[in-house]
T-cell receptor, first 113, second 113 residues
Framework: EAGVTQFPSHSVIEKGQTVTLRCDPI?????LYWYRRVMGKEIKFLLH????????ESGMPNNRFLAERTGGTYSTLKVQPAELEDSGVYFC???????????FGQGTRLTVV | GDSVTQMEGPVTLSEEAFLTINCTYT??????LFWYVQYPGEGLQLLLK?????DKGSNKGFEATYRKETTSFHLEKGSVQVSDSAVYFC????????????FGTGTRLKVLA
């Protein structure tokens, strides 16, 4: 069974540009989470989808970030326009129903220059 | 709000030394507790979990016991190997609301041969 897959693995963009990150969860997992780790600090929650609905987006830093999960399968996280402080590693995770453990992807390392 | 506090790193040990990484939490109710590990160049992997008080999670020689009275979930291993060098994250999953995961800052472990 394939794990959580994230694309791209690395992205370097200039300040002001747009970047879209993609996450493919484990098949059948209705919960999908986005997290971010900035500058070696803690891994911070961004948002949580249950199927295609946003269950909790309290961690989204501002309106430059837009997450979607059309059809309840893969998800995208768009940053527009990117700022220097958006640099970090973006993790996606998925879990099934009420199961306690979440499975994480490899992460996307975003560098804004 | 809910939070996780884990010991600052880096931790440097010789091979076969005993490892303890401290983790304490603050949460409403009784969360599920986890240790995740990130090996160099890889994503986050679930190392072990405990879902209720006094549960002991174990995997690959690592152990952690859910201590409700001290709100702790310390990670231990009796004899570390060079291959255990990684960043270790303590995390909790809330049992109410949106079931999001909250992480500590991570502890980098370096094991020397």
């Amino acid at each position: 069974e394939a794990g959580v897959t994230q694309f791209p693995s690395h992205s370097v963009i200039e300040k002001g540009q747009t970047v879209t990150l993609r996450c493919d969860p484990i098949s059948g997992h209705d919960n999908l989470y986005w997290y971010r780790r900035v500058m070696g600090k803690e891994i911070k929650f961004l948002l949580h989808f249950v199927k295609e609905s946003k269950q909790d987006e309290s961690g989204m830093p501002n309106n430059r970030f837009l997450a979607e999960r059309t059809g309840g399968t893969y998800s995208t996280l768009k940053v527009q326009p990117a700022e220097l402080e958006d640099s970090g590693v973006y993790f996606c995770a998925s879990s099934k129903g009420q199961a306690p453990e979440a499975f994480f992807g490899q992460g996307t390392r975003l560098t804004v220059v | 709000g809910d939070s996780v506090t884990q010991m600052e790193g880096p931790v440097t040990l010789s091979e076969e030394a005993f490892l303890t990484i401290n983790c304490t939490y603050t949460a409403t109710g009784y969360p599920s507790l986890f240790w995740y590990v990130q090996y160099p160049g890889e994503g986050l992997q679930l190392l072990l979990k405990a879902t209720k008080a006094d549960d002991k999670g174990s995997n690959k020689g690592f152990e952690a016991t859910y201590r409700k009275e001290t709100t702790s979930f310390h990670l231990e291993k009796g004899s570390v190997q060079v291959s255990d060098s990684a960043v270790y994250f303590c995390a909790l999953r809330t049992r109410s609301g949106t079931y999001k995961y909250i992480f500590g800052t991570g502890t980098r472990l370096k094991v020397l041969a």
